[in-house]
Every structure is written in C-alpha cells, then in structure tokens.
C-alpha cells in the first residue's frame, strides 16, 4: 500500500448579495463557512489524521509509479498507471475510502529470461475516524483497512488481508508538521497456512516552503512475523507537494531501499482534488 501530507491553504467562499424586495437594500450577505483546506494522505507512505469534509469527494491518485526491486541476478519492475484513492466524507470526523489500481505489470527479469505480468490490483477499503479537534496543534485519527484480493497471483497474493493505522499529526513553529504513524497489520503466511502479524511505523517531516510548496522527508520501517522468515524492511523518503488551488495538488517523490529486503527504489507523480 503505497501511501501521502500537504501544507494547509485557506479557502473561503462568499455568499452573493441578496436581491431587493420593496425597494429595501438588503442588508449584505454574511460570508459562508470557510471549506477546510485540501489535505491528503499523500505523498509519502505516512497517513495523516485530516478526513474528508461531510458529503465532499475527493480524489488521490499516482499518475504513474514505478518499483524496482533487485534480489542477486533477479531483477523486478512493477509499474502502477494510476492508483486512485476515492474518498467520500460520511461526517465532520469520518470518511471512507476505497483504492485500486486499475492496470499494473509487474515485469520479472531473471537469466532464464523475461516474465510479464498484467492486470488489476487489489482493493483496499478504509475507514478514517478523527479522535482530535480539527484547530488543535495535534492530530490523531483511527484508520482500519482491509485488503480484498482482487488481482491476479503475482500482482497480488490472492489473500485477504487487513491492518490498524494510527496517524498522529503535530503542528511545529516555523511551518513545521512532525507525523507518526504507527500501524498494525494482518498478513497472510508465505506458505499459504494462516496469518501473522507486522509492525510499521514512520516518522515523517513536512516543512511548509510557501503557502503553497512543501517538501517532506520520511523514514519508514516495517517488521514481518512471517513464520517461513521474519523481514525487516526499512526505507528514507523524500517527496514535494504544490497547490495549484486550494482544491487542487500536484505531488512527486521517491522511496529508497536500505537493506536488501526492501526494494531498491521507488519513483512516483501523482494528483488530489476534491469536488
């Protein structure tokens, strides 16, 4: 589950003038609630503890992202064409989201030769529920997941699987935002026998350049008790975030391996807008 945070814009929507009736002027209009600003769970791999405005969409999706990952004379390529996340805002404090990647390959190299591999991706659904109010300096959120095994062996691993993720945002001077993401998941055993746990955290630096720009810095690691092996994967990210408009964000970063278990590198572009 590749998951990304922006910096905050404000946004407000003025009322139009009443018209006159009986040649009274109207008094004038008062302005309309301030929407919140746009604010997703992506670039990075972090979750952040923001929801959807009640009865909004909004839209996060990579444009492309590219994986690749190098295990001694093997060599994988695993390209996403788009990988949108849907969400829908249910209350002031709870969304729900649902994503998949509608087209993937995943191209294997090895000295034997070259296997390729095409398809849709699995589905993973999601609930956020904010714990905190929206004007404190810190920020938590509850955000239970299950993936549902939609795509082929090899894109996926044909297993239904879930997790907890537990965003905790906290606003620093100077246009700073520290983020934490502790997250427990339930995964399916290598060998196809049962389920194990893994433990991911992240801890994630957003620095508010402008109004608009913001450059973010992460480090992610993740522990599998997969009973075949147990794997640590660990990774340094780095990602950019622009507001076109205040509804309107383009994002690109890159994730780095940094041991052999995790892939070697990540490229990725990608887009959110509500509507």
């Known amino acids: 589950m590749f998951r990304s945070f922006l910096s905050f814009a404000a946004l407000t929507v003025v009322a139009a003038p009443a018209f006159a009736q009986d040649s009274v002027p109207a008094a004038p209009a008062a302005a309309a609630p301030a929407e919140p600003a746009l604010c997703t769970d992506r670039p990075t791999k972090s979750n952040f503890a923001c929801t959807v405005p009640q009865g909004k969409v909004q839209l996060e999706t990579d444009l492309l992202n590219w994986t690749r990952t190098d ?12 990988n949108p996340t849907l969400k829908y805002g249910l209350t002031s404090s709870t969304d ?11 191209r294997t190299r090895t000295d034997a030769g070259t296997q390729t591999l095409r398809g849709v991706g699995d589905l993973t659904l999601k609930v956020k529920q904010r714990l905190s109010d929206p004007a404190s300096t810190v920020q938590v959120a509850l955000l239970p997941f299950v993936k549902i095994p939609t ?17 905790v945002n906290i606003a620093l001077p100077r246009g700073f935002t520290l983020t934490f993401g502790p997250e427990g998941d339930i995964l399916a055993d290598s060998d196809g026998h049962g389920h194990h746990a893994q433990l991911v955290g992240t801890v994630n630096v957003v620095k508010a350049v ?14 599998n008790f997969d009973p075949v092996a147990h794997v640590t994967q660990t990774s340094a990210d780095v990602a950019a975030s622009y507001l076109l408009r205040p509804t309107l964000q383009l994002d690109l970063g890159a994730n780095f391996g940094l041991n052999q278990a995790t892939p070697d590198a990540q490229v990725y572009l990608g887009v959110s807008t509500r509507f």
């Open 71 to 82: 295990v001694g004379d093997t060599r994988v390529d695993t390209i996403l064409y788009t």
């Open 210 to 223: 402008t109004s608009k720009l913001s450059l973010i810095g992460e480090f992610w690691a993740a522990r």
């Open 96 to 106: 729900i989201e649902a994503s998949i990647a509608p087209y993937a390959t995943v």
């Open 151 to 167: 795509a082929k062996m090899g894109i996926g691993n044909g297993e239904t699987e879930g997790g907890l993720a537990v965003p």
